[in-house]
């Protein structure tokens, strides 16, 4: 779970960089979907026409370090 604003900061500065292609995207993975989804309503701002909807593919919410590694070799088009 987050840390405090600084970890938000970093965890915003990576989402940031990938989204303007301005670092090479890497696997963003949210551990806890209920956690993350209360504490970050991201839906708010793709409804605000802030974020498109395909910024929300940037990063994956799990619950299961299987489904992250799962999700991680599938970005990096490795065998599972």
């Not at 840390?3 to 303007?20: P, R, S």
């Not at 504490?39 to 708010?44: E, S």
Request: hydrophobic residues 40%; negative net charge; charged residues 25%.
């Amino acid at each position: 779970m987050p840390g405090g604003f600084g970890t938000l900061d970093e965890l915003f500065e990576v989402i940031t960089l990938a989204q303007c292609g301005k670092a090479k995207p890497v696997p963003i993975v949210l551990f806890g979907t209920d956690y993350w989804k209360r504490f970050l309503n991201l839906d708010v701002l793709v409804e605000e026409d802030t974020i498109s909807p395909e910024d929300l593919k940037l990063f994956t919410y799990v619950d299961e370090p299987q489904a992250a590694w799962k999700d991680i070799t599938r970005f990096f088009g490795l065998p599972e």
